[in-house]
Structures are given as C-alpha cells and as structure tokens.
C-alpha cells in the first residue's frame, strides 16, 4: 500500500516534468510525451511495480516465519470401533442370534434396546450394560447376544489404538 502513493507521485512527477507544451491551431495548450520519455515512464511504472511485487513476498515471507513452529492443529476425529465385517454383518448377526422372548410375544412388545459396553484395544468386549430397555426379557436378550459377539476392530483417537464405549441397537418386533 505504501508504494501506492509512490507509484501515483512518480506517475504525475513524469507527466509534468517529461511533457512537452505547444499550442495547437485553436491556442490551446496541449501536452505530449516523446517517445524516449514514454519509455521512460514506463520503465520507472515497471520498477514501481517489482518493488511493489517484492515488498508483498517479504512480508508473506515474514508473516509465515513468525508463526511458531509447532502449530496446534485441531484434534483428529475419534474412529469409532467397528465389528469385524462391517455394519451390514454386525446386523445379520444380531437378526440371526436374537430369539424374541416369551413373554413379550404374550404382551405384544416391540421396539429397540440398546446395549453399551467397551470395546478395548485389543478388540475384546467388556462392560456391558442396558442403556435403553423393552423389559418382558428383552433386556436380557440383547445382552445374551451382545456379549456373543466376536472382537471387534478397536477405536482410534489421534492416531492411537484406545479403549472405546460403543452401542449397538438390538430390534424386538411383535409377531417374530
């Protein structure tokens, strides 16, 4: 920006002392540039303009090595656990060993439980529990099936392996 103001004084400076005056038929007064003096204007424009061009690469220059060197990223996004063929698996699975029990079929009950438990970083399961129950024996179904599952792909967290809370959602549909 200060070359700005620069390259505006530069441009009247040369317009006003390059020119040459001479008066036309009417005796108006007239102003032209000789060729010599064109190219030097422009010549001194194009000095003008590579300063200008330099002084913005110094300055980016400075602006990138003033930052710290060990700029905090923000945190990667956890990966969450994953059963080991995928959720399309993980859903046969639970449709295949789920058995809808008795006395929710006597009182007509459908909906879901979910069950949460942990995933470690060995792909083992632990801790599970009842998040959201049906009751009628559901509860306990869902976590009969759950804790069949085989291991899981473990969770990660910033590039690292960790341990991991994760749900699944066991379905009860009346008149299964």
């Given amino acids: 920006?200060?070359?700005?103001?620069?390259?505006?004084?530069?441009?009247?400076?040369?317009l006003v002392l390059r020119a040459e005056s001479c008066k036309d038929k009417h005796g108006t007064t007239q102003t032209t540039l000789s060729?010599?003096?064109?190219?030097?204007?422009?010549?001194?424009?194009?000095?003008?303009?590579?300063?200008?061009?330099?002084?913005?690469?110094?300055n980016a220059q400075t602006m990138i090595d003033s930052?710290?060197?060990?700029?905090?990223?923000?945190?990667?996004?956890?990966?969450?656990?994953?059963?080991?063929?995928?959720r399309a698996a993980l859903a046969q699975f639970i449709a295949t060993n789920t058995k809808y029990p008795?006395?929710?079929?006597?009182?007509?009950?459908s909906g879901n439980v979910i069950v949460m438990f942990m995933v470690h970083k060995d792909g083992t399961l632990s801790d599970f529990k009842i998040q959201q129950g049906l009751g009628y024996?559901?509860?306990?179904?869902?976590?009969?099936?759950?804790?069949?599952?085989?291991?899981?792909?473990p969770g990660k967290k910033d590039g690292k392996v960790v341990d991991m809370e994760y749900m699944i959602i066991v379905p009860f549909k009346a008149g299964k």
Wanted: charged share 25%.
């Fill in 1 to 14: 920006m200060r070359y700005l103001s620069l390259y505006t004084c530069a441009l009247f400076a040369l």
């Fill in 35 to 58: 060729t010599a003096d064109s190219i030097r204007m422009a010549d001194s424009l194009n000095r003008i303009r590579m300063a200008i061009v330099q002084d913005s690469i110094r």
């Fill in 67 to 86: 930052e710290p060197p060990n700029r905090h990223h923000p945190p990667a996004l956890p990966l969450e656990p994953t059963f080991k063929d995928g």
């Fill in 102 to 109: 008795q006395a929710a079929k006597e009182k007509n009950i």
């Fill in 137 to 153: 024996g559901c509860d306990e179904e869902a976590l009969r099936v759950a804790k069949l599952m085989p291991p899981w792909n």
